[in-house]
């Protein structure tokens, strides 16, 4: 299989980081794939079909395929469960859809709530080397509100986001998405800015870096800092990555992450973890299946 095939399929849904412990400022959860959880969280420069759909809209058609995913998350230190199924249609040259329902339940921890989110995205390839996308999304997050200047959880309403994607060369690539852009005022969808590169050395091996910047949750801009580093090995996909992130309500919080799968034409089965090693100790393990149809 070409690398502009497996590396989407490498990856699979998955739940994003979930609320935080006590100490710290909920996290969002916005959902990803297993490939971008494992690879530091992000991938604004190296996603495609449904990892598109939840990290980059435009992103979505740098493959022509057909993508079913189903997700299962669990976060035992706040007893997190996450559950979600996402469909990705890229098998038009210039235009791909998208749709994903994801639904959180957390019992532990400060603030035990249930969320459910709905998302329609669409992306256009206007040239070889450029992509743009829109996201639009109806959340229903439960939790407090806001109160004594501290952003709540609680919010029901529709955002949008809206990505670009540029390859000028087929070794790099360059992804921006302002998140949330309707500012719903809500700290577990704020107002936000996610870019990123994508490179690709070889074949079989991708690196990204990417940085988010959130500018609703305090008032001023705090950065979450992420990397990693994908090595396909014929049908299993090694990932590494790593993540600090200033976005916390106390103090800064360093995260390590890893994933690994197994694809063939038809199927795959992946799985990714998350592990907080400084300023907190929240765990999330992802597992994801996922089948695709993919045109040559």
């Excluded at 329609?120 to 229903?140: C, Q, W």
Aim: proline residues 4%; neutral net charge; charged residues 15%.
């Amino acid at each position: 299989m070409s690398r502009s095939f497996c590396l989407p399929v490498l990856l699979a849904a998955l739940a994003a980081p979930g609320l935080a412990s006590a100490q710290e400022q909920e996290a969002s959860l916005a959902m990803q794939t297993a490939r971008t959880m494992a690879l530091g969280g992000s991938g604004h420069g190296l996603s495609s079909s449904t990892s598109g759909l939840f990290v980059n809209p435009a992103a979505m058609g740098q493959t022509r395929a057909y993508h079913v995913d189903s997700t299962v998350l669990y976060d035992p230190s706040i007893s997190r469960w996450g559950f979600s199924g996402a469909v990705a249609d890229t098998t038009r040259e210039r235009f791909g859809a998208g749709t994903a329902y994801t639904f959180n339940t957390i019992s532990g921890g400060e603030n035990p709530h249930e969320s459910h989110e709905f998302r329609l995205a669409v992306s256009v390839n206007l040239a070889e080397s450029i992509s743009l996308g829109v996201t639009g999304r109806y959340i229903d997050y439960r939790g407090r509100v806001t109160a004594n200047g501290r952003l709540g959880t609680k919010y029901e309403g529709v955002t949008v986001d809206v990505g670009a994607l540029f390859r000028p060369v087929r070794m790099f690539a360059i992804g921006v998405t302002g998140y949330s852009l309707s500012n719903p005022g809500t700290a577990l969808s704020p107002l936000a800015l996610g870019t990123g590169i994508g490179f690709f050395p070889i074949e079989s091996l991708a690196i990204n870096a990417d940085a988010f910047i959130d500018f609703g949750t305090f008032g001023t801009a705090r950065v979450r800092w992420s990397g990693g580093a994908e090595l396909l090995v014929q049908r299993v996909p090694i990932r590494i990555g790593y993540t600090y992130d200033d976005t916390r309500l106390v103090s800064p919080v360093h995260l390590i992450t890893a994933g690994i799968g197994y694809i063939d034409e038809r199927f795959g089965v992946e799985a990714a973890m998350r592990q907080e090693i400084v300023g907190g100790s929240q765990t999330s393990i992802l597992l994801n299946l996922r089948y695709f149809h993919t045109m040559l």
